[in-house]
């Protein structure tokens, strides 16, 4: 069988965790499987001899030589003339690469953290739909694994999109949809092959090297030889979208409340935070009990390391659903539905907080809810175990089988 996957990347680590996971499960219930990744990140990043699949070039030349005669022709001249003028290009072997093994694919599966949604440029909306509908063509089946869907509001693009939206998926087999809130949105356009599901890393079994890698990898995560270890994950998104000072403020309180309470605090990236990790730990960098981790943990060092604390704070939605997997709680520092939702599955709800927003006592909310936390600690984990449970008695992959057959 081979499988085609779109969606991910490996500069997100949430991505790079949602692929990795994929791929797990694919192959454990799978002997026979060929599996082409086509990565929205640079494709040469992936050496051919380090993971168990084939990388596809897939982005606008590749889709323009797979739509006809006419485009094909001007997608090789393009390639042929900046080859000539020695200009940066891609390869003519790599465009042609997509559609020359379209009519191999027997199912495409997308793992898109959020890709379909007016709050992204229309191209990057179209091309989703254009992959969806180049499968279609040749018969692969498609399934829309666990995501964030809309809002759709396209401006003078309105009609267009939406019935475009409709009229692709419509011919999908399969859609899950993370939030409520995102299957209602399709609902509305009439798409009714959608299911509300949790994010899929919840629902995969422990990751085995070896459906992944052809060497063992090795794992590199600091080891923390403190206790009463918290960890600080913060996202640079939440300093955008809301006010930058006042974000940091109450990232500093946090911090200064925790110290307080005799906690080694750690503050670290789960994907491109590096500099908000810096600027909060700059008012700290004279206590002993405030460490700044600066190396870069793939999905898989994450795992592991997040092992070592009782509890996180984080805003990068891929940083608590990896805790929760490993059973740690968190006080989840987020601004959208998506975060609320994930929480409410785990009967961790009273631990969310919107610091974008405009309440100001959010800060003493939130000390609040980590002493809350500090003394609960063993009891939300075990609600944390309740929660993976249900989701794990459910699971999209039972219902991607059936598709698949």
């Not at 992936?46 to 005669?69: C, N, S, T």
């Not at 199912?107 to 379909?116: A, E, F, K, R, T």
């Not at 600027?279 to 960098?285: D, L, P, R």
């Amino acid at each position: 069988m081979n499988v085609m996957i779109t969606g991910a990347q490996f500069s997100n680590k949430g991505a790079q965790s949602l692929l990795f996971n994929l791929m797990n499960q694919l192959r454990e219930y799978y002997n026979d499987i060929t599996i082409y990744y086509m990565p929205l990140d640079d494709y040469t990043r992936y050496p051919h001899d380090v993971y168990k699949f084939e990388v596809v070039y897939g982005r606008q030349p590749a889709l323009d030589y797979a739509k006809g005669m006419t485009s094909r022709f001007v997608t090789t001249i393009k390639a042929a003339v900046k080859a000539l003028l020695q200009k940066k290009h891609i390869p003519l072997q790599d465009i042609k690469k997509y559609y020359r093994i379209l009519p191999q694919i027997d199912v495409l599966i997308d793992i898109s953290g959020y890709q379909l949604s007016s709050k992204w440029d229309i191209k990057i909306n179209r091309r989703y739909l254009e992959y969806i509908e180049n499968a279609k063509k040749y018969g692969s089946k498609v399934i829309l694994m666990p995501q964030s869907f809309g809002p759709f509001e396209y401006g003078s693009f309105q009609a267009d999109m939406e019935q475009q939206i409709t009229r692709v998926l419509k011919k999908v087999d399969l859609i899950f949809a993370r939030e409520h809130e995102g299957a209602t949105l399709l609902q509305k356009l009439g798409i009714e092959n959608v299911e509300v599901s949790p994010d899929l890393v919840l629902q995969a079994d422990a990751v085995k090297w070896e459906n992944i890698f052809y060497d063992k990898p090795e794992i590199h995560c600091p080891f923390l030889e403190t206790k009463n270890n918290i960890g600080i994950i913060p996202n640079f998104q939440t300093f955008e979208h809301g006010n930058s000072e006042n974000v940091l403020k109450i990232y500093q309180s946090i911090v200064r409340h925790l110290i307080s309470k005799g906690k080694n605090v750690y503050i670290f990236r789960h994907s491109a935070d590096i500099n908000v990790c810096k600027k909060i730990y700059e008012g700290f960098a004279d206590e002993k009990n405030v460490y700044l981790i600066e190396d870069e943990l793939d999905c898989l060092d994450y795992a592991e390391f997040i092992k070592q604390f009782d509890f996180i704070v984080a805003s990068r939605y891929h940083a608590v659903v990896h805790a929760y997997k490993e059973n740690i709680p968190v006080i989840i520092l987020g601004w959208a539905v998506k975060y609320q939702e994930l929480a409410e599955l785990m009967n961790q709800e009273r631990y969310v907080f919107d610091i974008t927003g405009t309440d100001f006592g959010v800060s003493e909310k939130i000390i609040s809810a980590i002493d809350m936390m500090d003394d609960h600690v063993l009891e939300e984990k075990s609600r944390i175990t309740a929660g993976l449970d249900i989701i794990r008695k459910n699971s999209c992959f039972e219902k991607c089988r059936e598709v698949i057959g």
